[in-house]
């Protein structure tokens, strides 16, 4: 579930919904960069994807990445482009948490493209097939 909160996007895991700002107060794509963001962090929860990270030394690292990497997934699968200006300059601002965990654990960015993966299959399970129109005979 999603609602329309205050002017911060995040996830909150104990009453499991997504809180987000108003779509107005987003230039471009930047609202659905922000929504898929907080929808692989969704996508966490144990009755979907259950992965673990509380054992994770890198834990907050390791899960912005997933879910920043899903972004990219999902948006290319749908053919969107990123927003550019601030929304590139959010998506860079996550590097810095990234750059330590990944000089001391190379397996590291393997696990969260692999979990990445999976969050952007699932997220992108909810859409509606394309349906093929038939055509009736004359």
Excluded: C
């Excluded at 009453?15 to 930047?30: E, K, L, T, V, Y």
């Excluded at 972004?71 to 699968?77: P, Q, W």
């Excluded at 969260?112 to 129109?133: G, H, M």
């Amino acid at each position: 579930m999603t609602r329309v909160a205050d002017n911060k996007a995040n996830y909150d895991p104990s009453m499991d919904i997504i809180n987000m700002p108003f779509r107005h107060q987003f230039d471009g794509s930047a609202y659905y960069e922000t929504l898929f963001h907080e929808m692989a962090h969704w996508a966490e929860h144990p009755d979907r994807l259950d992965w673990d990270r509380d054992d994770d030394q890198n834990s907050y690292a390791l899960g912005e990445l997933i879910a920043e990497m899903t972004v990219f997934f999902v948006f290319s699968e749908l053919g969107i482009s990123l927003a550019e200006g601030e929304g590139i300059a959010n998506h860079a601002a996550y590097v810095s948490n990234w750059l330590k965990p990944l000089k001391n654990d190379p397996s590291f960015i393997f696990r969260a493209s692999t979990q990445a993966s999976k969050a952007a299959d699932y997220l992108l399970s909810f859409r509606s097939s394309p349906v093929e129109s038939q055509l009736l005979p004359a």
